[in-house]
């Protein structure tokens, strides 16, 4: 493994995935207390468009990433709107339309990157400005999650009387979902479309398991986001499998040890219909 | 002056025809005042409209600072938050996003706690407490605030005899502090124990002292078919439905 460790190319790969790990275990653990999983899964799908058409064009695929994003938000607020389709039907046929598109696109002669890659990220094609932008989206994350941490845990605990504490719920519950965009943008490329998900909700599950607060769920979040990437990392180049899936699955492990582990969470967040997220009213 | 002084307010959702009209109704400082009527009547909507929440035609003036109590399930029950936690939430809009809460707000928490008889509980996850023992963190929790005007939704629900009379010792305490009382309640003995009482019915009935003002006529109006005359002569009302936002 000490070999491993000496590839520059590894150790690029390394930084970027510890970095995003922490970022996006820290958010997911804010997600899932105000129960936006849904919306986690159903932004990182969604702009596969966007960056299917940056390839296209041959512009970063972080850029495509943020248009597929913005576009994909856009589309489901507007179809929300009207109370004959409602948030729910809006969310699922936004996706998949975005979805499917994406897949048209991409299987055409004209795009030089393969589908995989946007699908599946390539963890170890990371550039040294790859890193860059991704430590500065990430940053950026955890920023905002510092710095509105009261906010946040007004909006989530009482949003009744949240706004009589100074705080509107739902303009915290906008900035949640704009931070989930950054950090779905920053990882998309080293993670692709599909897999970045598993970094923002499997961390932060199996955190709300051990943190006896929120600050400390959030550190658990951050904590187990980056093992998850060191962990898959490693086991990919050990085993010669695909890192990005390694990396999902690394994460899904950690939660499941943790589950058995910890059976019980002390501050799981209730279930209730997964798709009160996007759309009207939000 | 009034500490609370509402001149024929009216309220509406978006650009709907006001749910609530024709209020009129001033409080001095240390006074409660019951805000009875049944769902849908407008106490919730009185609220939103005191906080500044939804647009209002006519004059609301209150002096100093509005605190909201809600029903305490209402609050996210699996959040990981101590008793302290939430009392200090009270110092939240008074404290630079920039900066860590410190010292002096920790005592300020700590002395609102000790002061509703729950220091001891300061450690505490607020889920796991009665109910009663939350409705009076969160009471801690306006305190730290410092409201000198409380809106409280239907502090009684969900609480059992002994923690309603150390409420009511507590808003005993409060109004001894000058502070107004505003308590939504459907409850029409309970109304009948605070100075005043407002009663709605998507529109100002009546507004008095209880005495004269719970008459058969405005709580008739009031509660239109739910409300009953018992054996021994007093009104309640028929069926107890749970509160709801609209």
């Known amino acids: 493994m000490t070999e491993i460790l000496r590839s520059g190319l590894l150790q690029r790969a390394l930084l970027e995935v510890v970095v995003l790990g922490a970022a996006c275990g820290a958010l997911g653990v804010w997600l899932l207390h105000m129960r936006h999983a849904y919306a986690a899964e159903s932004l990182a799908h969604a702009m596969l468009p966007g960056l299917v058409v940056a390839a296209l064009v041959g512009v970063p695929l972080v850029l495509g990433a943020a248009a597929g994003v913005l576009v994909a938000a856009a589309l489901i607020a507007l179809a929300a709107r009207d109370t004959r389709v409602g948030s729910e039907v809006a969310v699922a046929v936004t996706v998949t339309s975005a979805f499917a598109l994406g897949a048209v696109l991409a299987l055409s002669p004209e795009v030089p990157a393969r589908l995989g890659e946007l699908l599946f990220g390539d963890l170890l094609g990371a550039t040294t400005g790859n890193i860059a932008v991704a430590c500065s989206l990430a940053a950026l994350v955890a920023a905002g999650l510092a710095f509105g941490h009261r906010a946040l845990v007004l909006a989530v605990f009482d949003p009744v009387a949240a706004r009589s504490l100074g705080v509107r719920p739902a303009r915290v519950e906008l900035a949640l979902l704009a931070l989930l965009a950054v950090a779905v943008v920053a990882a998309v490329q080293g993670l692709g479309n599909l897999l970045v998900f598993a970094l923002l909700v499997a961390p932060a599950a199996a955190a709300l398991r051990l943190g006896r607060s929120v600050r400390g769920q959030v550190v658990w979040g951050a904590a187990l986001g980056g093992s998850a990437g060191v962990i898959g990392l490693v086991a990919s180049a050990e085993l010669d499998t695909a890192a990005g899936a390694s990396v999902a699955l690394a994460a899904v492990a950690i939660f499941v040890v943790v589950a058995v582990i910890r059976p019980r969470s002390a501050a799981g967040p209730r279930r209730r219909s997964p798709l009160e997220t996007l759309g009207a009213g939000r | ?246």
């Open chain 2, 1 to 246: 002056m009034s500490a609370v002084d509402v001149q024929e307010l009216a309220a509406s959702y978006g650009a709907g025809a006001p749910v609530l009209r024709d209020v009129t109704f001033s409080a001095q400082g240390g006074q409660a005042v019951a805000v009875l009527g049944p769902n849908g009547g407008g106490k919730t909507t009185l609220f939103r409209a005191l906080l500044g929440e939804i647009a209002v035609s006519g004059s609301v003036a209150i002096e100093g600072d509005v605190a909201y109590v809600p029903q305490t399930e209402r609050a996210r029950l699996d959040f990981p938050v101590s008793a302290l936690g939430v009392a200090l939430m009270g110092a939240y809009a008074r404290t630079p996003w920039y900066r860590r809460l410190g010292a002096q707000e920790r005592e300020r928490g700590t002395a609102a706690l000790r002061r509703v008889g729950l220091e001891d509980r300061a450690r505490d996850r607020f889920g796991s407490l009665s109910g009663g023992q939350r409705q009076r963190v969160l009471l801690a929790r306006s305190l730290v605030q410092d409201a000198r005007v409380l809106l409280l939704d239907e502090p009684f629900a969900g609480v059992d005899r002994a923690s309603e009379q150390a409420i009511i010792a507590m808003f005993d305490d409060l109004r001894a502090d000058g502070r107004v009382l505003l308590i939504a309640t459907h409850d029409i003995e309970q109304a009948r124990r605070w100075d005043r009482v407002l009663c709605l019915a998507g529109r100002q009935v009546a507004y008095g002292a209880p005495a004269t003002t719970l008459t058969t006529q405005a709580l008739e109006e009031t509660y239109g078919a739910e409300i009953v005359v018992l054996e021994d002569g007093r009104r309640a009302v028929a069926q107890h439905h749970h509160h709801a936002h609209p």
